[in-house]
């Protein structure tokens, strides 16, 4: 998506990204705070060198 959050959730765990990326865009559609907790772990982890 746009931060690498779920690239970097996909690879921490070794999970499919696209996987990963279809199940955060449908937790979209849930009520609760995943758009602040996605934008909390854009600047949370650190970025791959």
Do not use: H, K
Not at 1 to 30: E, N
Not at 36 to 46: D, N
């Amino acid at each position: 998506m746009i931060g690498g959050v779920c690239a970097a959730f996909a690879q921490r765990f070794g999970w499919d990204v696209t996987i990963v990326r279809v199940l955060a865009v449908a937790s979209i559609l849930l009520p609760g705070p995943q758009v602040l907790a996605y934008l909390a772990l854009w600047v949370l982890i650190p970025r791959e060198q």
